[in-house]
């Protein structure tokens, strides 16, 4: 076992969570030889009548529902585990995606459920997604719900950015991939609105510009321990970045994007939160070397 025990944490929110990502989460505390700790947080902030005896029939029926959906979930773990990690529960209150970020930080994994839901509730569910992906002290895998493995041995997808900063964002993906023996596709994409392309190009044209991308790819990962021509498949398109993300979420088992820096922590932009909200498959959000 690591040295925290429950390494692995699951957040199961007021309607339970599904197979998948208990599926994933079983799968991952057995590769990385931890426990599942899962948690559901009681939102501290939610507006309750002022009457005591009312507040108190409230709080009992918040932590009602919590024990409820924590019980299912645990259950279900176990039967996945069959002995082979410890698994435990956790009731917490305070605000949802700073507690699930604070409890998170101290394990190596983060695993939450995305839900598609209407525009209000979709908001609230990817705030605390996305705050808990920015500021967890640990790498964040959101599982769209419903998700199920695929019985083919989909690709490991890791978005590029950035093509010279490849070797910043590509070898965490590289060894995620090998240490669940899939493939590795590293994808870069890149678009400008047609009015611009003129300007922009001018003399050089575009397949001049994805093969010089591609190679600006290639010369960065040679300063790091991923080999371009045999670790790799390397896809450069000309294709808005998040469409061609989301896209290739229909055909992978887990795409790997990377968290920037900044001074007041990690910081997801309107790509990644883009991509959280319609990806098909698993999104692993991890820190940029």
Do not use: K
Request: overall charge negative.
């Amino acid at each position: 076992m690591s040295a925290n025990e429950y390494g692995v944490l699951v957040a199961v929110g007021a309607d339970g969570i599904g197979d998948g990502a208990l599926d994933l989460a079983a799968a991952e505390a057995v590769r990385r030889e931890t426990g599942v700790e899962l948690v559901h947080v009681v939102h501290s902030l939610v507006v309750v009548p002022s009457e005591p005896g009312q507040l108190e029939a409230v709080d009992r029926a918040l932590t009602r529902v919590g024990r409820t959906v924590l019980t299912d979930a645990a259950e279900r773990m176990r039967q996945r585990l069959d002995g082979r990690c410890p698994v435990s529960s956790q009731l917490l209150t305070g605000r949802v995606a700073a507690t699930l970020a604070d409890r998170g930080s101290h394990g190596s994994l983060v695993v939450l459920e995305r839900r598609d839901v209407g525009l209000v509730e979709r908001l609230l569910t990817m705030s605390v997604s996305t705050a808990v992906a920015a500021h967890a002290h640990a790498p964040v895998l959101v599982v769209p719900h419903g998700w199920t493995p695929s019985a083919d041995p989909l690709p490991v997808t890791v978005g590029v950015d950035h093509a010279p900063d490849a070797a910043g964002q590509v070898p965490v993906a590289a060894a995620y991939a090998r240490a669940v023996g899939r493939p590795l596709v590293v994808l870069h994409a890149a678009w400008i609105a047609e009015p611009y392309q003129d300007m922009v190009f001018m003399d050089y044209t575009r397949r001049s510009w994805l093969h010089d991308a591609g190679e600006q790819i290639r010369t960065s990962l040679a300063t790091s321990d991923v080999d371009p021509d045999h670790d790799l498949a390397l896809e450069v398109r000309w294709e808005r970045p998040a469409e061609a993300l989301v896209e290739a979420s229909r055909s992978s088992s887990v795409l790997v994007l990377s968290r920037r820096a900044g001074e007041h922590g990690t910081r997801l932009g309107s790509l990644t939160r883009t991509v959280l909200q319609h990806a098909a498959c698993p999104v692993l959000l991890v820190d940029r070397g």
